[in-house]
């Protein structure tokens, strides 16, 4: 999935040693279902023993148990997708609303979440005082991004909306910051 119309190429058309991890959670809108596959490109050496390996890896960590009406419900799925333009609009409104509070953050060029770079080091302390103004954040640390917190955008467009005022006054209350 990209922003604006733009084609994003298959890493494995141009590279032999490349696999292929797929989760339906944007183009089926199921964030959080972990239901998708791995693939490994046939040309890559070992090719046959990477999938299975995946699969043992999954099922030992947990990641590979979506329940059997969701398996159901995406094989039904296979060749729709969801209407992303939904979260190209919700990007854009968060990313400009962060923007004129003066946050520091990439604009993402697609997918469901964005992660600005919180207002203070530790991310953590800044995503729980977050949940006093029912903001639900989450830390960037576990994702490879400290100091940095995770807004998901997959929700109606005007919840998107509504959030703006709590958003505001969160870092007005906690950090003195106001709108530009």
Same mark, same amino acid.
């Given at each position: 999935?990209?922003?604006?119309?733009? !084609?994003?190429? #298959?890493?494995?058309?141009?590279?032999?040693?490349? *696999?292929?991890? #797929?989760?339906?959670?944007?183009?089926?809108?199921?964030?959080?279902?972990?239901?998708?596959?791995?693939?490994?490109?046939?040309?890559?050496? =070992?090719?046959?023993?990477?999938?299975?390996?995946?699969?043992?890896?999954? $099922?030992?960590?947990?990641?590979?148990?979506?329940?059997?009406?969701?398996?159901?419900?995406?094989? $039904?799925? *296979?060749?729709?997708?969801?209407?992303?333009? %939904?979260?190209?609009?919700?990007?854009? *409104?968060? #990313? =400009?609303? /962060?923007?004129?509070?003066?946050?520091? !953050? !990439?604009?993402?060029?697609?997918?469901?979440?964005?992660?600005?770079?919180? /207002?203070?080091?530790?991310? &953590?302390?800044?995503?729980? &005082?977050? +949940? &006093?103004?029912? /903001?639900? +954040?989450?830390?960037? =640390?576990?994702?490879?991004?400290?100091?940095?917190? $995770?807004?998901?955008?997959?929700?109606?467009?005007?919840?998107? $909306?509504?959030?703006?005022?709590? *958003?505001?006054?969160? %870092?007005?209350?906690? #950090?003195?910051?106001? &709108?530009?």
């Amino acid at each position: 999935m990209s922003f604006g119309g733009r !084609v994003t190429p #298959y890493p494995a058309k141009f590279y032999d040693d490349t *696999l292929t991890c #797929y989760s339906f959670s944007k183009s089926l809108s199921v964030p959080g279902e972990r239901i998708g596959y791995v693939a490994a490109n046939p040309r890559c050496e =070992d090719a046959a023993y990477i999938v299975p390996m995946c699969g043992q890896i999954s $099922r030992g960590t947990g990641h590979n148990c979506p329940s059997s009406l969701i398996q159901m419900a995406v094989e $039904r799925c *296979l060749d729709v997708t969801s209407d992303l333009s %939904v979260y190209e609009t919700n990007m854009n *409104l968060i #990313y =400009d609303e /962060l923007i004129a509070l003066g946050f520091t !953050v !990439v604009k993402p060029d697609g997918t469901f979440y964005i992660f600005p770079k919180a /207002l203070e080091d530790d991310a &953590k302390a800044f995503c729980q &005082k977050a +949940l &006093k103004y029912d /903001l639900a +954040l989450v830390p960037g =640390d576990s994702f490879g991004c400290p100091g940095y917190f $995770r807004m998901a955008y997959c929700i109606e467009t005007e919840k998107v $909306r509504r959030s703006f005022a709590a *958003l505001e006054k969160f %870092v007005a209350e906690e #950090y003195g910051v106001t &709108k530009h």
